[in-house]
Every structure is written in structure tokens, then in C-alpha cells.
């Protein structure tokens, strides 16, 4: 099967993403967006995350129009607080430290940008970890998994055992919305839904 053309470009260098929209037949290319993520003052978490999404897509596209243009981006929210990539290990065991036991919220925002503007949707899903014990997530930091995940966890990976309960968007808590993501596709009319060569 000869690989399609690419009908969309995504702003982002997340392998997750990229197989995500593999996954729902999407023929893409991939640019990493470089931004400035810093949150904004009295900015909500919802605020923040589809701002970061649009800013992602818009700074692509203000580079290359050739293709309509998808932003993403995903954050943990645990009473208020924003908790995406860790800086350093103390960070990211504060983090598995506080999602321990808990529910916590997931954000995850999907914009598209092309001629007509950028439209935004946000994907909200809730997880309830189990108990942790201070070696498990001692164990867990040191397989690298955390290093580079919101909320210094990958629900794909072996932080699954971890996870007692997924109300919401399993898509969305790996970093793309596919629900959400396909909606704003097919409102754009860039095609998906077409196996693609592996």
C-alpha cells in the first residue's frame, strides 16, 4: 500500500501523538512547536492548556500554511495545581507522591488551525490511583517512564497497574484527545478514518 500524502501537520515531536492519530488513519508530518508555556496569571487549568494548544498550532502554521495545523497539549490538575513535565526526580516523586491514593484530573486540549482560524476542544478526564508505597514510585522513577509525562506518568505504560479507575478519555490522558481530535477534523474536512501502511 503506497503511503498517502500528508493531509495535516502535527505540532508536536510526541511519538504518543503521532501514533495516536495514526491509529484513526490520519496522514501526517510533525513539527515540534517551541513555546513558552508558562501559565498566566488567574489562568484556569482549561484556560491554560487549550491556550497552549492554540499557541502550538498557530506558531506552525504562521511558518507553513501548506497544511491545516494540530496543537495539543495535556496537564494534571490536583487541587488547582498544574502539574505537567517534572523538572528532576524530587519533582516528579512529589508528583507521584500527591496522585497517590487519589482522583485527579486530566486536561487534555486538541486545536486545529487552517484558513478559517483555529478551533479548540478540551477532553476532561478523571483517574483514581491506587496507594502507592514510597518504593514503588522510587522503582517507577527509575525506569525513565516519568521523565518526560504530565504528571510524571504514562497511562500506557507501566503506570497502568497503577490506575484503579478512568472515568473520561483514555486517548486523552496519553496526550491526544482522539474523540475530540476527530471532530474538529472532520469539521475542517481533512480526511481520517483510512488505514495507513505500518
Not at 513555546?35 to 491556550?51: K, L, Q, S, W
Not at 525506569?143 to 497502568?160: F, M, N, R, T, V
Amino acid at each position: 500500500m503506497p503511503t498517502p500524502p500528508p493531509v495535516l501537520c502535527l505540532a508536536s515531536a510526541s511519538p504518543r501523538r503521532r501514533a495516536l492519530l495514526a491509529q484513526i488513519g490520519v496522514a501526517h508530518i510533525a513539527r515540534g512547536a517551541d513555546i513558552d508555556e508558562t501559565a498566566h496569571p488567574g489562568e484556569t487549568p482549561r484556560d491554560y492548556v487549550a491556550r497552549v494548544a492554540a499557541t502550538k498550532a498557530r506558531a506552525i502554521r504562521r511558518a507553513d500554511a501548506s497544511l491545516p495545523v494540530l496543537g495539543a497539549d495535556t496537564i494534571v490538575v490536583v487541587d488547582g495545581a498544574l502539574f505537567g513535565k517534572p523538572a528532576g526526580r524530587a519533582q516528579g516523586l512529589a508528583m507521584l507522591t500527591s496522585l497517590s491514593g487519589r482522583s485527579h484530573e486530566v486536561l487534555s486540549a486538541v486545536a486545529l488551525a487552517d484558513a478559517r482560524g483555529v478551533a479548540i476542544a478540551v477532553s476532561a478526564s478523571a483517574v483514581r490511583f491506587r496507594t502507592l508505597t514510597v518504593e514503588e514510585c522510587q522503582d517507577y522513577w527509575e525506569s525513565g517512564e516519568p521523565h518526560d509525562k504530565a504528571g510524571a506518568y504514562a497511562i500506557q505504560g507501566l503506570a497502568a497497574a497503577f490506575i484503579e479507575s478512568l472515568d473520561g478519555s483514555y486517548s486523552g490522558v496519553m496526550g491526544l484527545p482522539l474523540f475530540e481530535t476527530a471532530a474538529l477534523l472532520r469539521a475542517a474536512g481533512v480526511p481520517y478514518g483510512r488505514p495507513l501502511p505500518s
